[in-house]
């Protein structure tokens, strides 16, 4: 709902009813991710999009159908990779989309959301999409929440379970039994995160540090850039970032850490190559109990002076191994801008779990398992919760 949201809420401040198509779940290599969503306007207007292009037209249908009145639904599509070009999904996929009416009656918290994610603070959205009481929706935030899916035993369930996907940024499908039982089925509960942007830090107020805040703006992170030197930290240098901050990098990245501002979406670039800058920051970073991604600029006799330097300073082996270095992935980058995006790869890769190898070499589907159905189980959920409460082993 985040790339429709601005069209969304001006309709529903003006009190017209608007068709909210949301990608629910995906199955093998689908277009778009849940959290996708495409709405049809009062005045019949296509706004976003759920599919890339491949079922759009049918999606605005189902959307017109809704706001003539019928009733909220979950829709199946995607074909096998046989009759791909023939109708549906090309690239061979599955998508389950949820159509629903959006309108003040029906969706009371939609402004205050609106607000949560301009200021970006973070919400969760958990609505019905499958079982009884399609349609019902419980409001999420860290410190309170809002509406009902029907029963206190699903909303308690529901609640702490929205709250942790939140604080990991997911959005997905959950399973529960109709009453919230976890190890149950039957009922299909869709949870949207509207978590803040994650964070990058560059340290190194130089040349390449603007390519690569210039990098993560457009992924859509927060971005900091931290130098010691105030002639060089400065925002006109780097008019990209979010903000520009004159100060050790390790005091820094430590008195953010202990405001709890950093976290398993972080990401480090350590870019100063300059052992009396590095070695106090990978310390702090190397040791954080939660942190995304730590990549380290530098030539290879840097990297193994660097590595010899913070074993001195006792950091582990197991440690070192959370560092990327030297940065990035092989794409014989040689520009600050072809580096950044070098570095942005590699970070990407961390996070879902790439090689990096190029596409075409590579067999099977493109994205993940084609054998695992979308979502999770709610008692997988609970496992998870269990394993982070007990600490790292």
Not at 127 to 146: F, Q, Y
Request: contains cysteine; charged residues 25%; hydrophobic residues 40%.
């Amino acid at each position: 709902m985040r790339d429709v949201l601005t069209s969304l809420e001006k309709w529903w401040a003006e009190g017209r009813s608007t068709a909210l198509a949301t990608v629910v779940g995906t199955f093998r290599s689908a277009p778009r991710q849940p959290g996708a969503s495409m709405l049809v306007g009062p005045d019949g207007d296509a706004v976003g999009s759920v599919s890339g292009g491949c079922v759009e037209g049918a999606v605005y249908e189902l959307g017109n159908e809704v706001l003539e009145g019928a009733e909220p639904t979950l829709q199946r599509y995607g074909v096998s990779d046989d009759d791909a070009f023939a109708v549906g999904l090309t690239c061979g996929g599955i998508l389950d989309v949820f159509v629903e009416e959006v309108d003040r009656e029906s969706f009371p918290q939609l402004g205050e959301i609106a607000r949560a994610v301009r200021d970006h603070r973070p919400v969760a959205t958990a609505t019905i999409v499958s079982g009884p009481g399609v349609g019902r929706r419980l409001v999420v935030w860290p410190d309170h929440a809002e509406g009902s899916l029907g029963s206190e035993r699903l909303d308690d369930a529901v609640r702490d379970d929205a709250r942790g996907l939140l604080a990991a940024g997911r959005t997905t499908l959950v399973t529960y039994g109709t009453d919230g039982e976890r190890r149950g089925e039957g009922l299909g509960v869709f949870v949207e995160s509207f978590a803040p942007p994650p964070r990058l830090i560059v340290f190194g107020a130089i040349d390449f540090a603007a390519a690569v805040a210039r990098i993560g703006t457009f992924l859509g992170m927060r971005v900091t850039v931290c130098d010691a030197r105030p002639v060089f930290a400065t925002s006109s240098r780097f008019p990209e970032a979010h903000e520009v901050v004159v100060e050790w990098p390790h005091r820094y990245l430590a008195a953010e850490a202990a405001a709890g501002r950093i976290d398993g979406r972080t990401a480090l670039a350590v870019l100063t190559h300059d052992p009396k800058f590095d070695v106090p920051l990978l310390e702090v970073a190397l040791r954080l109990p939660e942190i995304g991604y730590i990549g380290a600029m530098g030539s290879r006799r840097t990297h193994l002076d660097r590595l010899d330097r913070l074993r001195e300073a006792g950091v582990t082996e197991g440690e070192l191994e959370r560092m990327s270095s030297p940065i990035g992935l092989d794409l014989g980058a040689r520009t600050p801008e072809e580096t950044a995006v070098s570095i942005a790869a590699e970070m990407i890769a961390r996070q879902w779990g790439g090689n990096g190898t190029p596409l075409s070499d590579r067999q099977g589907p493109i994205h993940g398992d084609s054998n695992v159905e979308p979502g999770v189980r709610a008692e997988d959920l609970a496992r998870e919760g269990a394993e982070l409460a007990s600490g790292p082993r």
